[in-house]
C-alpha cells in the first residue's frame, strides 16, 4: 500500500492542525494505521493508532486528551486532528499502516511508511 502523508505547516502553541493520509494500492480496511512523528536529534516516537475498521484508537500519553485519529474506509483516508499544539509537538509526522488488523503502537509492528509531514510549533 503507498501513503501519502499531508496537512503539516507551521502554527502558533494552542492552534490546530489537521494532518491526512492518503492510502492507494490495496484495499485500505485490511490493514491497521498509525502515525508516528520525530523531532530533530530524537528517535521517530509512536503518536497514535486506529484499528482497522476505526472502531478502536489509541494514543500516546504526551498527546491524549489534544490528539485524534481518525479514519474513513470508503476515502481510503487517515487523518490526525492535532488541537492545543505545543512547541514540543514540533516535528516530521509519518503515517504507516500494519498487517495487523488491530492497535499497534510499536514501529516494527508497521510495514508500509508515508514520507512525512512537518509540523512546526512556534512558541
Known amino acids: 500500500v503507498q501513503l501519502q502523508a499531508s496537512g503539516g505547516g507551521l502554527v502558533q502553541a494552542g492552534d490546530s492542525l489537521r494532518l491526512s493520509c492518503a492510502a492507494s494500492?490495496?484495499?485500505?480496511?485490511?490493514?491497521?494505521m498509525g502515525w508516528f512523528r520525530q523531532a530533530p536529534g530524537k528517535e521517530r516516537e509512536f503518536v497514535a493508532a486506529i484499528n482497522y475498521s476505526g472502531h478502536s484508537t489509541t494514543t500516546a500519553d504526551s498527546v491524549k486528551g489534544r490528539f485524534t485519529i481518525s479514519r474513513d474506509n470508503v476515502k481510503n483516508t487517515m487523518n490526525l486532528q492535532m488541537n492545543s499544539l505545543k512547541p514540543e509537538d514540533a516535528a516530521v509526522y509519518y503515517c504507516?499502516?500494519?498487517?495487523?488488523?488491530?492497535?499497534?503502537?510499536?514501529?516494527?509492528?508497521?510495514?508500509?511508511w508515508g514520507q512525512g509531514t512537518q509540523v512546526t510549533v512556534s512558541s
Open positions: 504507516a499502516a500494519s498487517r495487523y488488523l488491530g492497535i499497534k503502537d510499536l514501529e516494527r509492528d508497521y510495514d508500509y
Open positions: 494500492g490495496r484495499t485500505f480496511s485490511n490493514y491497521g
